[in-house]
Nanobody, 126 residues
Framework: QVQLDEFGGRSVLAGDSLRLSCRGS????????VAWFRQTSAKEREFVAA???????????LYGRYMDGRVSIDRDERDNSMWMQMTQLQNGDTAVYYC????????????????WGRGTQVIVSS
């Protein structure tokens, strides 16, 4: 497990863009896959995006079906950070967004991750 801290959640207007970031602890963080999940009022965590471990050929990226291409994810090996850029936010994007990490390849199921941040709230209003 690693400690994860999320940043960037705030209230925005529909149509706005927002960047969420996550920072992990420890010298082995670059060998972890890192993902974003979100939890709405349904109280089930939905997969948003994930990025794999840092490698020369480029990290694997996975994207969930909920954002309809309105999201991108990247990471910086130099400071143990990763970030997700969301655009054209909609009311349905309102949720608590959680950063998660696991050793090895990225996965789309929350039960495959053993490290979680506290979450950061995103509220989208018209």
């Amino acid at each position: 497990q690693v400690q994860l801290d999320e940043f960037g959640g705030r209230s925005v207007l529909a149509g706005d863009s927002l960047r969420l970031s996550c920072r992990g602890s420890g010298p082995t963080f670059n060998s972890y896959a890192v993902a974003w999940f979100r939890q709405t009022s349904a109280k089930e965590r939905e997969f948003v995006a994930a990025i794999g471990e840092v490698v020369r050929s480029g990290s694997t990226r996975l994207y969930g079906r909920y954002m309809d291409g309105r999201v991108s994810i990247d990471r910086d090996e130099r400071d143990n950070s990763m970030w997700m850029q969301m655009t054209q936010l909609q009311n349905g994007d309102t949720a608590v967004y959680y950063c998660a990490a696991r050793p090895g390849a990225p996965r789309t199921s929350p039960e495959d991750y053993d490290s979680w941040g506290r979450g950061t709230q995103v509220i989208v209003s018209s």
